[in-house]
């Protein structure tokens, strides 16, 4: 196979998962007459380059979410539940910020608590930290560098998380299922779930408008969710159901 044919095929494929949502590896091989291992191959270099996101078996088309870099500033609305979520910080807590940019409108608001010690896995928000005038203690998992989701993960950040306890974790989420908990589009989710384990509160950010998305990749059952805050467009029904669920749920006024 030539280099131009195999950027053709490159390119069809591209084509394909734009009109069709997702493709399977299986369908790909049968439809381009070759191996399932050149397509992962086809997949994988497609990936690096940021034209979808590979899924098991298949890949889909990335989501408007991950093609939102964090260095975007957090909407009003994002902000403002951020700020509701930091008044659950008080001085001298050990807590945790997960990677978003939800969780990023949370710290300017630490300019005003003393004593922290914070851990994050995000190159951004700990710039950002460093930034304070009234700088926290500042931890950094370390790790692999996941360039999706802009941040650090895999077993070295896992190892160093459990080497402490926390009062807080404060994380995102790109959607939830009102039946199972937090789902998201990225698939490594390892870390996300040490964060909780190691963390006496679980606090999850997002807008109400996410509540109900079914996204494939369960992140945080809601065993582990303690807290959940977001914006005051939350329907009765999924209040009440994340209510039922055991989690405390604080709305924060929409801010357009």
């Not at 975007?72 to 994002?78: D, G, I, Q, V």
Request: hydrophobic letters at 40%; one cysteine or more; a negative charge.
């Amino acid at each position: 196979m030539t280099k131009r044919n195999t950027q053709q095929r490159r390119h069809a494929i591209v084509t394909l998962l734009q009109q069709q949502g997702e493709v399977s590896v299986d369908a790909l091989a049968l439809k381009f007459e070759t191996s399932e291992v050149t397509i992962r191959k086809d997949l994988a270099a497609l990936e690096k380059t940021g034209l979808l996101l590979r899924r098991y078996g298949g890949a889909v088309v990335v989501p408007q979410e991950m093609t939102q870099t964090l260095s975007e500033p957090p909407s009003r609305n994002k902000l403002a539940i951020a700020q509701t979520a930091a008044g659950l910080i008080k001085d001298h807590n050990r807590i945790i910020i997960d990677c978003g940019s939800t969780t990023l409108g949370l710290i300017p608001e630490l300019n005003d608590k003393r004593g922290l010690v914070v851990m994050t896995n995000s190159l951004q928000l700990a710039n950002a930290i460093h930034e304070l005038e009234n700088e926290p203690t500042l931890l950094m998992t370390g790790g692999t560098w996941d360039p999706h989701s802009e941040s650090f993960q895999g077993q070295v950040a896992e190892q160093v998380l459990r080497s402490y306890n926390f009062d807080q974790l404060f994380i995102g989420a790109d959607g939830i299922d009102l039946q199972r908990g937090t789902t998201t589009f990225n698939e490594l989710i390892g870390l996300s779930r040490v964060m909780a384990e190691v963390s006496r509160d679980v606090v999850v950010l997002l807008e109400s408008e996410k509540v109900g998305r079914r996204i494939p990749n369960l992140e945080l059952p809601w065993e582990l969710v303690t807290t959940l805050v977001t914006d005051d467009r939350l329907s009765d029904a999924a209040a009440e159901s994340i209510s039922n669920q055991g989690v405390k749920l604080i709305l924060s006024p929409f801010t357009a």
